[in-house]
């Protein structure tokens, strides 16, 4: 089991760039996450899925975009880069969303706006 | 909106001390609390809780819910340098979505 995996580890972009954060679980688990972290912030949830064909906004979506096509993939997309987006990145997956669940994550992205 | 509140936000303490950590949450329809250990990578999973009063522990590591004051800790005792890390409380409720507190930065000096 490769459990949840994310790509790049890391990344450098320009400001107005475009790119994806692929994250991929084969686990097959209902629910999936995009977290950022900066320092001091904690773990702060961009956008969620709770099964393919659905997705929803957490609590920072600005500036973000997802889709969930299949089960096994939840990509981020950056469509125009801001230094604010300056973050490590974590996806983060469990079976489904009853509270018997444990979120796990993927080892993390590590993105740099100039 | 689901809020989770994490106290304090730092902590600096000597080998051997017990520490007790905070989350205090707001959410609709409690489903879990979850507690995590963060070093220079990705969380790692403590406990997952779901029943108030219920201690869970692993080790010198262990952690309560009360449902009705809506908040958990996490106590650990007898720390070492090890334990230095941040923690973080995480809840789940009704939408499904996992939110989590700002996290509190543990240092342990020898």
């Known amino acids: 089991n490769a459990g949840v995996t994310q790509t790049p580890k890391f990344q450098v972009l320009k400001t107005g760039q475009s790119m994806t954060l692929q994250c991929a679980q084969d686990?097959?688990?209902?629910?999936m996450s995009w977290y950022r972290q900066d320092p001091g912030m904690g773990l702060r949830l961009i956008h969620y899925s709770v099964g393919a064909g659905i997705t929803d906004q957490g609590e920072v979506p600005n500036g973000y975009n997802v889709s969930r096509s299949t089960t096994e993939d939840f990509p981020l997309r950056l469509l125009s880069a801001a230094p604010s987006q300056t973050s490590v990145y974590f996806c983060a997956s469990s079976y489904d969303t009853s509270g018997a669940n444990v979120l796990t994550f993927g080892a993390g992205s590590r993105l740099t706006v100039l | 909106e689901d809020k989770v509140v994490q106290s304090p936000l730092s902590l600096v303490v000597h080998e051997g001390d017990t520490v007790t950590l905070n989350c205090s949450y707001e959410?609709?329809?409690?489903?879990?609390l979850l507690w995590y250990k963060q070093e220079k990578k990705a969380p790692t999973f403590l406990f997952m809780l779901t029943s108030s009063g219920i201690e869970k522990k692993s080790g010198r590591l262990s952690s309560i819910l009360d449902k009705k004051e809506l908040f958990s800790i996490l106590n650990i005792t007898a720390t070492q340098t090890g334990d230095s890390a941040i923690y973080l409380c995480a809840v789940r409720g009704n939408t499904g979505k996992l939110i989590f507190g700002q996290g509190t930065t543990l240092q342990v000096k020898p």
């Open positions: 686990m097959n688990h209902e629910y």
């Open positions: 959410v609709t329809n409690f489903r879990s």
